[in-house]
C-alpha cells in the first residue's frame, strides 16, 4: 500500500539543556497539500523545521520525510526536497543569474531552468544585477528560485513573504498554488493569517513548544472563532447614551464607542440576535449592519491564548 504523507512526525521533542523548545509533537502532512505551520515567535516553529530537514538533532521522537527516516538520511535526500529559511543566505556580490547558475551545477542542470526561473518569479531584468542591489521581495523570490531549481517533491518554507511588497506576495502565492496542482507537498510556517486561511489545506498550530490544533481552516474557524453582526449607531446624547444598549447586550456581545458612533457587535452564538436587533433600530438611528465572519486571526488569538 503506498504512503499516504510525505512527512510524519512522532512524538518529536528538543531540549537545549533546561529549556525546553519543542516538546511531544506528532503530526503527519499528506502527499500533494498545503500544509500551514502556524504560532507565535519563539514557539518552536523553526525548530521543527530544522528537525524535519535534518539540520538538528531531535532530544527524543522519530521523524519521516519522503518515506526516509530523518536520522539515516544522506546527500541524495536533499535532491528531493526545497528549503527556503527566513533568513537570507544568498550570495550577495553575485549576480542573480550567477547565484542560480552556481546552485544548478551543483544539481548538474542546465541553464534553461536558471532562466525559466527567473522569468517566472520576474527577475530576468534584474538578473545581471549583484544580488545586493535587489530589494527584500527580489531577494525572496531568488530564494524561492533556487528551491525550485531541482524540481523537488517537497517545499519548506519557513516565513517566505515576511515584510514583502504586494507584488512579490502575489508571485509567491501563484509559484506555492502550482507547486501544489503539479501533486506535490508544501510545508509552510507563517504569522500571515489570510496567507494561511487562502492557501492552506490544514493547518497545526503551536505555541509554547507544544502542537495543540490540527485541522483544516474551515472547522477551525468554526471551533475556535466567532462571528458576530457589527451594527454601528449614531448616538444623539453622547457616552451617556450609551446606557440605553445595556438590556439588549450580553457577555458574548461587543460595545465600542468612537465619539458619537456606537458599534454594537452581536455574537451570533445566540439564537435571539434578530430580536435584539430590532430593538436597537428602534432605539437609535443605525448607520450600518454587517456580518463578520470567523476569521484564523481570531482562533489564533484564542488558541494562544488558552494554552
Request: hydrophobic fraction near 40%.
Amino acid at each position: 500500500m503506498p504512503n499516504l504523507y510525505d512527512i510524519e512526525v512522532k512524538n518529536i521533542s528538543k531540549i537545549y539543556k533546561k529549556t525546553t523548545a519543542v516538546e511531544d509533537i506528532s503530526l503527519q502532512v499528506k502527499k500533494g497539500e498545503v500544509f500551514g505551520f502556524l504560532g507565535p515567535n519563539g514557539a518552536g516553529k523553526t525548530t521543527t523545521i530544522r528537525i524535519m530537514t535534518g539540520l538538528l538533532p531531535a532530544s527524543s521522537g522519530c521523524c519521516k520525510v519522503l518515506g526516509e527516516e530523518i536520522s539515516g538520511i544522506g546527500s541524495d535526500f536533499y535532491r528531493k526536497i526545497g528549503i527556503v529559511f527566513e533568513n537570507n543566505n544568498l550570495y550577495m556580490r553575485l549576480s542573480g543569474e550567477k547565484n542560480l547558475r552556481f546552485f544548478a551545477s551543483m544539481y548538474q542542470l542546465d541553464n534553461d531552468i536558471v532562466y525559466y526561473l527567473l522569468e517566472k518569479f520576474a527577475l530576468l531584468d534584474a538578473a545581471k544585477r549583484p544580488v545586493k542591489s535587489y530589494s527584500k521581495g527580489m531577494k525572496q523570490r531568488l530564494l524561492i528560485c533556487r528551491a525550485l531549481l531541482h524540481d523537488p517533491k517537497l517545499l519548506i518554507l519557513d516565513e517566505p513573504t515576511s515584510g514583502l511588497d504586494p507584488m512579490s506576495v502575489e508571485i509567491i502565492h501563484q509559484a506555492i498554488e502550482e507547486f501544489r496542482n503539479a501533486g506535490k507537498t508544501v510545508f509552510l510556517s507563517t504569522h500571515y493569517m489570510e496567507e494561511a486561511d487562502s492557501l492552506c489545506d490544514r493547518l497545526a498550530f503551536i505555541n509554547k513548544g507544544s502542537l495543540i490544533a490540527v485541522e483544516r481552516p474551515v472547522v477551525l474557524k468554526e471551533r475556535y472563532g466567532e462571528s458576530y453582526i457589527e451594527i454601528k449607531v449614531l448616538l444623539d446624547k453622547g457616552q451617556e447614551s450609551a446606557e440605553m444598549f445595556e438590556e439588549i447586550i450580553n457577555q458574548d456581545d461587543i460595545l465600542e464607542l468612537d465619539d458619537n458612533i456606537m458599534t454594537i457587535k452581536l455574537s451570533l452564538i445566540n439564537n435571539d440576535v434578530g430580536l435584539r436587533l430590532d430593538k436597537i433600530r428602534s432605539k437609535s438611528k443605525v448607520l450600518s449592519i454587517h456580518s463578520r465572519e470567523a476569521t484564523l486571526h481570531d482562533v489564533f488569538m484564542r488558541l494562544t491564548t488558552l494554552s
